[in-house]
């Protein structure tokens, strides 16, 4: 079959596909066909060698949509989807034609979601997931400072926090990060080159202050989250790619009685998002959530360009999509 199995770290411009075997497969695992499997950021640092507890050689990708050729009878067929931490980096990953996986490690995929739409959701879903439910525990009514609100996580906590019932405000880089947004799922909008977020969560909360705020970006933007929080906010960190050291007066900090939270997705393994995703199911069955809008396919054999696509910073969401496998 056909994959992205590396034998060494390397840049994008080096990813080619090559033929592996075949994957064995054990008694307590199904083997998926791949119909389409994402690629996000974090694939790209894979790739370079960025993580320290990943094994070579290994085959890439952390995200998936696909359908059971073998395994148990009453999963054999079915249209499955998944995601995680360890697939790509601790073992053999999505970006092949097949996947063999533990049993539990599978969600039945939306009926009402394309295998693009599928592959590609979950890293930002399961991401937003965690920050948004599993730590920071949001509650209708509350408003929620999502960053980077105009990339494939910030999507996806926009659309998970207005389910849940929160408000929602955006908080954007600039005017052209600004145009991509949904506004109607919005209470407000901020930009950073603006520097008016304070002004904005002020204006959405009369001064209040946000329950909940977001941090995908890092250092730039640390001090202004901790500000448009009031009394009792939670500021969750997920990536810090933007820079990694912060300030912070603890004085204000444990007199306001805030949180920060330290979301580190890849520790989730495939068995335990397969949990995530079983709860984000029928939220996209009922339309209470919605994909990612924009989806670029690129075959196997263009996987140099895929990965350099989205280190690029591709406003759309970049997914690979295999021949079937011979035989299969």
Known sequence: ???????SHCPPVALRATDVPVLPRGPDEVRIQIEAAGVNPSDVLSL???FPSAVLPRILGRDFAGRVLE????LVGAAVWGTGGDLGITRNGTHAEQLVLPARGVSRRPSNL??????SAGVPFTTAWTCLVDAAHVEARETVVVSGAAGAVGWAAVELACALGARVIALVKDAAEEARL?????AGVARSDLANLPAVVAE????AGAQVALNGVGSPIFAA?????GPGGRLCAYSAAAGREVTLNLFDFYRRRLSLLGINTTVLTVAENARILDQLRPLFESGRVRPHPSIVSYPLADASRAYATVAGG????VVLVPRPASGS
């Open 204 to 207: 959405v909360t009369r001064g």
């Open 314 to 317: 591709s406003p759309s969401k």
């Open 1 to 7: 079959m056909q994959a992205l199995r590396i034998n």
């Open 114 to 119: 394309t295998a693009e739409q599928a592959g």
């Open 48 to 50: 370079e060698g960025r």
């Open 225 to 229: 989250l901790l500000e448009s929080l």
């Open 182 to 186: 949904d506004r109607a799922r919005l």
């Open 71 to 74: 395994g148990p009878p009453e």
